[in-house]
């Protein structure tokens, strides 16, 4: 699954939430999140964390 880098960063602004602030609610490692802003391909559950720590659906991120 890829994330929409746009779409992401829109989420990101709407919570008012830097990367920094991503990584820390998600629990996950920096290398991972960057995978995920820079649109690689990564496993659903990824996405899921990332989605979640937003406070959005999946789907508003996804390609």
Known sequence: M??????????MAAACMNVE????ASSMPRAT???VIS???VRPATIG???K???????????
């Open 2 to 11: 890829r994330a929409n880098r746009r779409k992401l960063e829109l989420a």
């Open 21 to 24: 602030d991503v990584q820390n």
């Open 33 to 35: 999140l960057n995978n």
């Open 39 to 41: 649109g690689r391909n």
């Open 49 to 51: 964390r990332v989605a």
């Open 53 to 63: 720590a937003l406070g959005v659906d999946v789907i508003e991120i996804l390609e």
